[in-house]
Antibody
Framework: QVQLQESGPGLVKPSETLSLTCTVS????????WSWIRQVPGKGLEWIGC???????IYNPSLKSRVSISVGLSENQLSLKINSVTAADTAMYYC???????WGQGTMVTVSS | EVVLTQSPGTLSLSPGERATLSCRAS???????LAWYQQRPGQAPRLLIY???SRAPGIPGRFSGSGSGTDFTLSISRLEPEDFAVYFC?????????FGQGTKLDIK
């Protein structure tokens, strides 16, 4: 059974780079596409972007200039980087297989000095 | 960008009743690429329906999706206590993939 687990710093300072990892277990990472999605607590869901099995990426235009998604095949991991973060980037961050078929449990990131 | 509007914002029903949730798109959803998710407090969303009407593996038969084009519906035939949660629709037919704002289903 495929499982996803997000990890990374829970606190990031303003203007710095948010870096998260999603470890995929129970199945290969290279045969699907993968997404990152975030949610401000108590609010709705925002799609950040996704990476396809050929390595191509698409991003939400609202974040496009600051975001990068990549895959580490040997580690079976997905990564997310958002640079120049502000308080508005404070959210629960989820990785998901496809556009949302299977989700990780999420990791909370707070942007604060 | 495809804007999804869900209604109602909150739906108050009793166990055993039927729930009907709506998701309307600002433009046609390509290939009916519309999904529904359930989110319980403190949990990640869970996929219920994909491609507008296909149930995800393990999802009970009381959940059904319908619709096409710009108008989509999630129906829950007989509400169980565990069904009271927040429901989101999502279109993944054109980038950026967008979500509706959610419908909260609570116990009357």
């Amino acid at each position: 059974q495929v499982q996803l687990q997000e990890s990374g710093p829970g606190l990031v300072k303003p203007s710095e780079t948010l870096s998260l990892t999603c470890t995929v277990s129970g199945g290969p990472i290279q045969t699907y596409y993968w997404s990152w999605i975030r949610q401000v607590p108590g609010k709705g869901l925002e799609w950040i972007g996704c990476i396809y099995d050929n390595g191509s990426t698409i991003y939400n235009p609202s974040l496009k200039s600051r975001v990068s998604i990549s895959v580490g095949l040997s580690e079976n991991q997905l990564s997310l980087k958002i640079n120049s973060v502000t308080a508005a980037d404070t959210a629960m961050y989820y990785c998901a297989r496809g556009s949302g078929g299977i989700w990780g449990q999420g990791t909370m990131v707070t942007v604060s000095s | 960008e495809v804007v999804l509007t869900q209604s109602p914002g909150t739906l108050s029903l009793s166990p055993g009743e039927r729930a009907t949730l709506s998701c309307r798109a600002s433009q046609t959803v390509n290939s009916n690429s519309l999904a529904w998710y359930q989110q319980r407090p403190g949990q990640a969303p869970r996929l219920l329906i994909y491609a507008a009407s296909s149930r995800a593996p393990g999802i009970p038969g009381r959940f059904s999706g319908s619709g096409s084009g710009t108008d989509f519906t999630l129906s829950i035939s007989r509400l169980e206590p565990e069904d009271f949660a927040v429901y989101f629709c999502q279109q993944y037919g054109s980038s950026p993939y967008t979500f509706g704002q959610g419908t909260k289903l609570d116990i009357k």
